[in-house]
């Protein structure tokens, strides 16, 4: 069967109805250019050998920056060539010069696997000398091949032979920059003195929280290579986001040239929109979908927003579909290292037909092709949407691609405004490398690994220095003569978590067996006592939460037929004012908060029917942090009028903080779950009805400033959400939100209505 003939089966099934609207996005050709200066001819032979007779306008313009010095970022679509834009130029040094040294930074293991296979098969066209796999059953002794991966998987043998003896090309990642290298740069001494290029691949992955630490760490090794007399070019990728420059730019703490044209052919895409909304269950429906896409001999990937999910039509397809068990997987963030390597290595061989993941397969790993792509509910935002649908049809084959609604805000807006996601720009990634708690700790390692002074190469010092005298204070820094900074302590990098806000959390069997892991930040929500945690299609019950050990204990729950959701609630207090902006008949304001949320209990729910099926009540200690958010008073006037047509008060300031909370994603690269809300009748500090939105991380990590700085658009797309949804009062496709802690209770999205038109003067 071809794409054409699978998609008129789609539309024909009763089952898999209804969908909404087909866009076929035309191929498009190849646009071929030339260097500036000519490759070197060993380089021009080795790329002709492996099938490349030529580069594509956008490899060409980023090797001419390159070789010019200057920092690139690089954003065009999967599969378009973009690691040659920095292997070239790497492959092109360490032929003329044999100390020539670069760094590739990759957000997950899996990449830098990836990556290293596509340099080695470069560089062993080339004449340099290259090492060969070992004889099986050998273990091949270090020597200094051309490239090398150096992480948490590497042997502590293989670890020091590279510091001493280091490749021409080290393949890491962030965590392994901040513990390993920059701690210890004197080991490092011969490849920082000769570090050319540093490549930050996938740079879209590095927002909020996870890029706000790695904003951080790379400064901090740009403050080490200097040490030893280098100032490498930089050069970064991404996916399609709004704003490659800026966020380079962020990461890096240095000036970048954008290239955002892409000359890379691709073939023919379908695009279906499909909602079930009224008819079953949009996960039936996928998973129905799924099944029949690889029956039909199609390689097929279902993205789903959630582990759970996940779990669950893996496991759907386990029980009702024997046929296809064997062929197909799930993939997920919580699988140990090796289960995942596993999962890949089949899925690139051909062994695997079909994968059901999170987003952890979004990024870039080579997974051989793949035809056939069902998001399961919208991605959350236009740029995950594309970067994921970006994984099939390579190699200029006709693809398709379906987005399985589901009832949230997001989604029920583009079925009902199909060519508004079309003509959308993708959001900005944003991060904030002043993040107060985590440039703090930074700046403690920073000093350890070599003293701050005034003119520090790479940090702002004048600016930073209300930091610095806090961390004294702390009795953590040391301020000695002529205002340099020394760490009292000698390896303070080993007490900050990058990728989180605190120790991740083991989850174990009863009896023994760990199972995954969990963040800090989310355990209290997902692994509280009484929680269903899915494993592999396998259910288990938590039966005991260790805050002190870090421990959640599971024992396996049988074949139960609900699910759990946190019962929460929220208080704000303002810590500081920092920007306002006036709309009419009220002031938004920018500023500090003081977030405190406790957990009271929990409630099941019916998997399949969303039924309510108790609630539990739980005594569990708060979560206090402060961040970054907006908030405005809601003015008596607009209240009454509210009141006069009969609605809600309190249901529609809720509604009002949820629909806001449903829009953001709009605008800033984030998922509505990485914020947080709270409305009030009365705030004492305000002496009035409020609503407030923050980040739901400490410190913040820019994503309210980015709806603070597009504030109208904001209101209004919050706005269009609510009055282009059918409904009448409220529903999952405009104002309920599925993490709500009140269970979205009450909501009136009238009244709401009423309050943002109020707000923009309509």
């Not at 021409?168 to 490092?188: C, E, Q, S, Y």
């Not at 350890?448 to 930073?464: F, G, H, N």
């Not at 500090?592 to 108790?614: C, D, N, Q, S, W």
């Not at 009002?656 to 705030?683: K, Q, W």
């Amino acid at each position: 069967m071809d794409i054409d003939s699978f998609i008129a089966e789609i539309k024909s099934r009763a089952d898999l109805r209804e969908v909404v609207h087909h866009e076929a996005l035309p191929p498009r050709e190849p646009v071929y250019s030339e260097t500036a200066l000519p490759l070197m001819p060993g380089i021009k032979e080795a790329l002709a050998s492996a099938g490349i007779k030529g580069l594509f306008t956008h490899q060409a313009e980023g090797i001419d920056l390159v070789r010019q010095g200057r920092n690139v970022v690089v954003m065009t679509p999967t599969a378009s060539g973009k690691s040659l834009i920095y292997n070239v130029p790497v492959a092109e040094a360490v032929l003329k010069d044999p100390e020539a040294r670069a760094m590739y930074i990759f957000p997950l293991k899996g990449l830098e696997q990836d990556q290293l296979g596509a340099f080695r098969e470069l560089a062993s066209r080339l004449p340099l000398e290259t090492e060969g796999a070992p004889e099986k059953g050998k273990r091949r002794a270090y020597k200094p091949g051309i490239s090398e991966i150096y992480d948490g998987d590497t042997s502590a043998y293989r670890r020091k032979r590279m510091r001493e003896d280091p490749p021409r090309v080290v393949l890491t990642n962030p965590d392994m920059i901040h513990l390993a290298i920059n701690p210890f740069h004197g080991k490092w001494e011969r490849f920082l003195s000769n570090l050319r290029f540093v490549v930050v691949d996938e740079i879209h992955a590095y927002r909020g929280v996870f890029g706000s630490h790695v904003a951080n760490v790379l400064r901090r090794l740009r403050r080490v290579a200097k040490l030893y007399g280098s100032d490498p070019v930089f050069i970064a990728s991404s996916a399609t986001i709004a704003n490659p420059e800026e966020l380079a730019e962020a990461l890096v703490g240095k000036d970048f040239d954008a290239i955002t044209e892409s000359g890379a052919p691709s073939g023919k895409r379908h695009f279906l929109f499909l909602n079930p909304a009224s008819g079953g269950s949009p996960y039936t429906v996928a998973t129905r979908l799924f099944a029949s896409s690889v029956r039909a001999g199609f390689k097929t990937i279902a993205f789903t927003k959630a582990r759970k999910v996940t779990e669950l039509m893996h496991s759907r397809i386990l029980d009702g579909c024997p046929d296809i068990g064997p062929v197909v997987s799930s993939y997920r963030a919580g699988f140990l290292p090796g289960e995942r390597r596993e999962i890949e290595r089949r899925l690139f061989s051909g062994e695997l037909s079909g994968v059901v993941s999170t987003s952890a397969l979004e990024l870039g790993v080579d997974i051989g092709g793949l035809d056939v792509c069902i998001l399961v509910g919208y991605p959350g935002t236009v740029s995950s949407t594309w970067q994921r649908s970006g994984r099939v049809g390579r190699s200029g084959r006709d693809s398709l691609i379906v987005m399985v609604a589901l009832a949230d805000a997001l989604d029920q807006h583009f079925m009902r405004n199909p060519p508004d996601f079309f003509r959308r720009a993708s959001e900005a990634a944003v991060l904030d490398p002043f993040n107060r708690p985590i440039v703090k700790s930074h700046l403690l390692s920073a000093a350890a690994e070599r003293y701050l002074r005034a003119d520090d190469p790479v940090y702002d010092i004048s600016r930073l220095e209300p930091v610095l005298e806090e961390l004294e204070a702390e009795g953590k820094l040391r301020r000695g003569r002529l205002g340099v900074w020394f760490s009292r302590k000698r390896r303070p990098q080993m007490d900050t978590s990058i990728r989180e806000s605190g120790e991740a959390y083991s989850i174990v069997k009863e009896g023994g067996g760990l199972l995954g892991e969990s963040s800090s930040s989310r355990v209290l929500y997902d692994l509280h006592p009484g929680a269903i945690y899915l494993h592999k299609g396998v259910q288990y019950r938590v039966t005991r939460l260790d805050m002190r050990d870090r421990v959640a204990v599971c024992r396996p729950a049988g074949d139960i037929a609900y699910y759990t959701r946190p019962m929460t609630e929220e208080e704000s207090e303002i810590l500081s004012e920092d920007d306002s902006l006036p709309l009419r008949n009220t002031t938004v304001n920018f500023g500090t908060l003081r977030i405190t949320e406790r957990v009271l209990g929990y409630r099941k729910k019916h998997i399949f029917t969303e039924a309510p099926m108790g609630e539990f009540a739980l005594d569990l200690p708060p979560s206090v942090f402060t961040t970054r958010g907006v908030w405005m008073k809601v003015g008596t006037a607009i209240l009454d009028e509210v009141r006069a047509m009969g609605y809600g008060t309190a249901g529609a300031l809720h509604a009002a903080e949820h629909a806001m909370i449903a829009a953001l994603p709009l605008y800033a690269l984030c998922d509505r779950a990485d914020l947080g809300g709270v409305s009030y009748t009365f705030n004492p500090e305000l002496q009035g009805p409020a609503i407030f939105v923050y980040d739901g991380h400490e410190g913040g990590v820019g994503l309210a400033r980015r709806g603070f700085e597009c504030l109208r658009a904001w209101l209004s797309s919050a706005l269009d959400l609510m009055e282009d949804c059918p409904c009448e009062v409220a529903c999952p496709s405009c104002t309920q939100d599925p993490r709500c802690g009140n269970n979205n209770e009450p909501l009136d999205k009238r009244g709401a209505a009423m309050i943002i038109r109020d707000w923009l003067g309509r």
